[in-house]
């Protein structure tokens, strides 16, 4: 039988398998883990938690791309490491070291090559993980947008970190640590030349001092932690009730996010709980944690915005619904594809 357009098409690989939302997770599925499953890949997590010896070490790895290469408040740079930090830390791991791997384009400014190198510096002496090994290649014009960059991390697990969707239950608090939708939503204005009475900034940042620091003082209190990137929250949390075979319903009111921002979303069409973050986490917390976890959050500046956004209920298993401004119900689901390429 003669092959459609339409079949041929979906035998290629589009942008849209890449924006962490159904198509991504389809093209996991059918063509990566079948290949390369095992129990650690399984998990799909931010990171993977793995036995060396006697020691548990986390381990995660990611790749940038980001267009435009630098943005306000950060750079492809910054958010690589940030990036990769933070997913350790969402598996309740402390960062010991990172790879960093840079495929340059020709033609790519050396100065604007250092300015990201010292922004990768900067960032990772902050954390207090160095930057241990790497690669470079450099590959011909026309072959690569600037620069790409890939940064694998090592990491220490918390000993107080008790994670995963299977410690989630019915009651349960949702957290989201501050503002959403910051990070996508200053990309694509600055591809578009928007501007506002309020300029958009990126919240990239290391989350590893608040998350650990979480931790710490409320150990098993805190059931599972994402960092909503790719498909932002809407997409970790349609995960979170597939995995845990749990519903979840959100209060849109209480969801934290600036006047600016929604105005931006509203401006471009987009639903800020499909766009992404990168640097805020999600968490699940215990009802009888959650209040003091806020408050410790709210103590610190990466947190000052937490709130408290929903609850788990054991109603129909994956369903996330949220209860609007005015009273109705809409049901969130992840992204189909990628409304914002190359955000990360």
Request: aromatic fraction near 2%; glycine fraction near 12%.
């Amino acid at each position: 039988m003669a092959m459609t357009a339409d079949s041929t098409k979906s035998q290629q690989i589009m942008l849209a398998h890449g924006g962490g939302g159904e198509m991504t997770a389809r093209l996991l599925a059918d063509h990566l883990l079948p290949q390369l499953a095992n129990p650690a890949l399984d998990e799909l997590g931010d990171a993977a938690v793995l036995k060396a010896g006697r020691c548990r070490v986390a381990m995660s790895t990611d790749s940038y791309v980001v267009q435009p290469l630098e943005f306000p408040g950060g750079d492809i740079g910054k958010l690589a490491v940030a990036g990769t930090l933070n997913d350790l830390a969402m598996v309740g791991a402390s960062g010991v070291a990172l790879s960093l791997g840079l495929i340059l384009e020709e033609g790519l400014p050396t100065d604007l090559l250092d300015r990201v190198v010292a922004s990768i510096r900067l960032t990772s002496s902050a954390a207090g993980v160095p930057v241990v090994t790497g690669d470079t290649k450099v590959v011909g014009r026309g072959q690569c947008d600037g620069m790409f960059i890939n940064t694998t991390g090592i990491g220490l697990p918390v000993p107080q970190a008790r994670l995963g969707a299977a410690r989630v239950r019915p009651g349960d608090k949702v957290v989201i640590s501050g503002r959403i939708a910051e990070h996508g939503l200053t990309i694509i204005s600055q591809r578009r030349g928007l501007r506002f009475d309020s300029p958009l900034h990126s919240d990239v940042a290391v989350l590893a001092p608040l998350v650990l620091g979480l931790l710490r003082q409320f150990g098993p209190g805190v059931r599972w932690l994402r960092d909503p990137t790719r498909g932002g929250v809407a997409n970790c949390l349609v995960e979170l009730a597939e995995s845990a075979h749990l519903a979840v319903e959100l209060n849109e009111e209480a969801i934290p996010i600036s006047p600016t921002t929604l105005h931006a979303a509203e401006m471009l069409g987009l639903d800020p709980l499909t766009v992404a973050n990168e640097g805020k986490f999600v968490a699940v917390v215990a009802a009888d944690k959650v209040d003091a976890a806020v408050a410790a959050c709210g103590s610190h500046p990466l947190g000052r915005h937490a709130a408290v956004v929903g609850t788990v209920t054991d109603g129909e298993p994956g369903l996330v619904e949220l209860v609007t401004r005015l009273g109705g119900r809409r049901i969130v689901q992840k992204p189909y594809g990628e409304e914002l390429p190359r955000i990360c």
